[in-house]
């Protein structure tokens, strides 16, 4: 890591904005906006609760900002309150009915790869960026969502496996898990886009997976 | 090393927190079984595609809501 005596950027932001300028905050939004936005839409699959779950975690970080700690990042402390405004939004939208994404999902699909089609060379380019951007929602949107949320955190934010697990209130053993299980199923999923075009005699497995391909067990 | 070791030891190897021992007996096991490499490198990918395309724009008019909501909030800035 760079620079572990240098302090972050953010540190001297924040400083500025608990000395009362509040421009200082507005350059952590539009640093910040589109992860929190995207967190938050990944969270609730909906537009307008993701707007304003934005709208709450950035006012709530800004009202909190005094207990902000320096140790820890803005960033991944700004992610945690997205994090759970989202949840909170989730349980008003569904009410009675409770969501979670820290149950583990009882669920062997993807954690064993079937189709092991090799895909086209820069296989996105067969699609237009509405058509790909579409493929990827509807993929990602199909993952359960204790899955989904740890993809997100750790390979599309960047948070490191510590971060994701102290974010979601995980152990490091289930976010690993969750993790490689949400990789193989979007992979999965993906292939059904992205596989070389074939004639018939495809390599696609049969609901046994390995042992029948040549696989070793 | 089978293909199941190899799987379990999939994430590790590309996130690079594998020792370089192990990294090469992994490589080994790519060099010799074309379905683990087909999945270490489709999987690469997926993580790839997902990290570098945007999904969801960001709506137009969030940013200057987010501005009026804080100066809303601020004491000082009245």
Not at chain 1, 159 to 164: A, D, G, H, K, P
Not at chain 1, 171 to 199: C, D, H, I, M, T
Not at chain 2, 65 to 75: E, P, Q, T
């Amino acid at each position: 890591m760079a620079g572990e005596f240098e302090p972050h950027p953010d540190v001297a932001l924040v400083e500025r904005v608990r000395g009362g300028d509040v421009s200082a905050y507005d350059s952590l939004v539009r640093k910040y906006e589109r992860q929190v936005f995207r967190i938050a839409q990944h969270i609730t699959q909906n537009r307008e609760d993701a707007e304003d779950v934005t709208q709450d975690a950035f006012l709530k970080a800004y009202e909190k900002l005094e207990q902000f700690q320096g140790n820890s990042k803005f960033y991944t402390w700004l992610v945690r309150i997205a994090v759970n405004e989202s949840l909170m939004r989730l349980r008003k939208r569904r009410t009675g009915k409770m969501v979670s994404i820290d149950e583990d999902v009882e669920t062997e699909e993807g954690s064993v790869p079937r189709d092991l089609a090799d895909w086209a060379p820069n296989p996105e380019q067969n699609y237009n960026q509405a058509e790909l951007a579409e493929i990827l929602r509807k993929t990602i949107q199909g993952l359960p969502p204790g899955f989904r949320i740890v993809f997100v955190l750790r390979d599309v934010e960047g948070l490191s496996t510590e971060e994701t697990a102290e974010t979601l209130g995980l152990s490091v053993p289930a976010v690993k898990s969750r993790l490689l299980r949400a990789r193989l199923q979007l992979r999965e999923r993906l292939s059904r886009y992205f596989r070389r075009k074939k004639g018939p005699s495809e390599t696609r497995l049969g609901k046994t997976g390995l042992g029948e391909t040549g696989m070793e067990k | 090393m089978t293909c199941t070791e190899f799987l379990a030891l999939l994430d590790d190897l590309i996130d690079g927190t594998v020792s370089p021992e192990l990294r090469t007996e992994l490589q080994a096991h790519l060099g010799r079984c074309g379905h683990c490499e087909v999945i270490y490198n489709t999987t690469r990918k997926t993580i790839e595609i997902y990290r570098s395309h945007e999904i969801y724009d960001l709506p137009a008019g969030l940013r200057e809501r987010l501005h009026s909501a804080i100066m809303a909030r601020c004491k000082k800035c009245s």
